[in-house]
């Protein structure tokens, strides 16, 4: 169905907020002559490292790059096992493919949609070398938990806080305490750079390798050699990949920084709203925080449950017929055909399979007006068959 079919204007799901600011940051860049990586992706580590309270930035091309980075400079090869959530993108269970592990599925809490201690334990294997532990959504894992499972295991804990700028974890922002996090600046994360990712980590040995295996393993950076007149010879000291940011992605990121606390305030009141129209309809419950912290609402997720007159299928189409686009909820990995027929561990996966299948993702932006959000409410409670 498209909006010429409903008549009415459409309401998307996401749209980044980007304007003047971040306009007038790229024409800054171009007129400089420099965007590659250089001077503003270092500008944006060092803005990053400070606010998310973590020792080392290191701007990659993806979250996606980010997490395979992680797994190199945490050790992780061919052999090992890597316990991930099956419900999450795609890409946390392919950086373990990438660096020849196997990715072992993982089931989930019902509320927050995360792996737990618990979850975690029952996928476990004798050759588990490390765990990506996902704030899905926008949630923040309990961190501290997985941690005292795996820790005295020797078992590494990645975090892939894709989504999770903005959120914290028991008073500090999400990642702080991580020994190697992944971020996102994706248009649909809730800070954009257009394509683009970090990964932070608070030991500086893991912090250099990383910065050097982004760009090939040169012993001497693109930017180092270009400010010498007389540019010093490189090296290449192990096997590297292309993973850079370039400085017109993080000029942008520069400024989505300093818009943070605006943007998240403003998610989690459109978020409000949203809980306060459903909280009496039965067979609907919104994603919400965590007791242990605040999540950004970067994806604004609803369950579907039986009590409710439609299911989650019915309401994306009656959501459609008004001209709102809602998305279905995370993706199974495990059910994917990239995974569905592979090795990858013995866990129950019924809270994953039941969270995939019954819930959508609302609408939840920063530039979302109030009369296009009661255009949502009414559609959901009309469906209840409430207004």
Not at 25 to 35: H, P, Q, R, Y
Not at 199 to 226: F, I, K, N, P
Not at 259 to 272: D, G, H, I
């Amino acid at each position: 169905m498209t909006v010429s079919d409903t008549g009415l204007d459409r309401i998307d799901v996401m749209k980044p907020w980007l304007g003047e600011e971040e306009a007038q940051a790229l024409a800054e860049v171009i007129a400089s002559g420099w965007v590659a990586q250089g001077p503003k992706v270092r500008e944006f580590e060092e803005a990053f490292a400070s606010g998310q309270h973590a020792g080392f930035a290191v701007a990659t091309s993806s979250c996606t790059s980010a997490l395979h980075l992680a797994l190199v400079v945490a050790g992780v090869e061919a052999g090992d096992d890597v316990v991930v959530p099956s419900f999450s993108f795609i890409a946390t269970a392919n950086a373990a493919t990438y660096v020849g592990a196997r990715p072992v599925f993982a089931d989930v809490d019902l509320h927050t949609g995360c792996v737990t201690a618990p979850t975690i334990k029952a996928a476990l294997t004798p050759a588990t070398r490390a765990v990506i532990a996902v704030d899905q959504g926008g949630v923040p894992v309990d961190f501290e938990s997985i941690r005292a499972l795996c820790d005295p295991l020797g078992i590494v804990v990645v975090e892939d806080a894709a989504c999770a700028i903005g959120s914290t974890y028991r008073g500090q922002p999400v990642g702080a305490n991580a020994e190697l996090a992944a971020w996102s600046f994706h248009p649909r994360k809730v800070l954009t750079t257009g394509e683009g990712g970090m990964l932070t980590t608070a030991r500086q040995d893991l912090g250099e390798r990383a910065r050097r295996l982004r760009e090939h393993a040169m012993s001497v950076s693109a930017a180092e050699r270009h400010a010498s007149l007389l540019a010093p010879s490189e090296q290449y000291l192990e096997t590297g990949f292309n993973y850079r940011m370039t400085d017109l992605q993080a000029a942008v990121g520069i400024i989505q920084l300093r818009r943070l606390e605006t943007v998240v305030r403003r998610r989690r009141e459109l978020a409000a709203r949203y809980a306060r129209a459903f909280a009496g309809v039965e067979g609907l419950r919104l994603v919400g925080d965590p007791e242990y912290g605040t999540t950004n609402f970067q994806s604004c997720w609803l369950e579907v449950g039986p009590a409710f007159p439609l299911g989650r299928e019915n309401l994306m189409k009656h959501l459609a017929s008004d001209g709102i686009s809602a998305r279905r909820g995370i993706m199974a990995a495990h059910r994917q055909p990239a995974y569905a027929d592979a090795d990858s561990g013995t866990a129950e996966l019924g809270v994953t399979e039941w969270l995939t299948d019954h819930t959508l993702i609302l609408p939840l932006y920063h530039e979302l007006t109030q009369q296009d959000q009661d255009r949502v409410i009414d559609s959901v409670l009309h469906a209840a068959g409430q207004s």
